[in-house]
């Protein structure tokens, strides 16, 4: 079964519907139980597939600037990650 690319969290969210049998959202604010219960979960269940597989939409390479101040333990250096980061998937050097 083909499934077509959701174009924001609202279609995402009736794609998931669908499967259950539920009636689509007009939108994430609607006053009802499925569209509170996608708005309290869909970012952290967003993220924790992002995170499980090198998906190549949801990827970026990043030149990171060191940190000024010396790190804790035995490394001389640290590189903060950007906010959006999810996961670090390769370090060279």
């Known amino acids: 079964m083909a499934f077509d690319r959701a174009r924001d969290e609202t279609g995402a969210a009736n794609g998931a ?6 009636g689509r959202l007009s939108s994430l604010n609607e006053n009802r139980p499925a569209a509170g219960y996608i708005r309290d ?20 390479w990043e030149t990171l ?8 333990g035995t490394f001389t ?9 999810l996961r670090a998937l390769e ?3």
């Open 77 to 85: 250096k640290s590189y903060p990650l950007p906010a959006a980061c």
């Open 41 to 60: 979960h869909f970012g952290s269940v967003r993220d924790a597939l992002l995170r499980e597989y090198d998906w190549n939409f949801a990827s970026r």
């Open 91 to 93: 370090i060279e050097g």
């Open 17 to 22: 519907l669908s499967h259950l049998g539920e």
């Open 65 to 72: 600037a060191a940190d000024p101040t010396l790190p804790e």
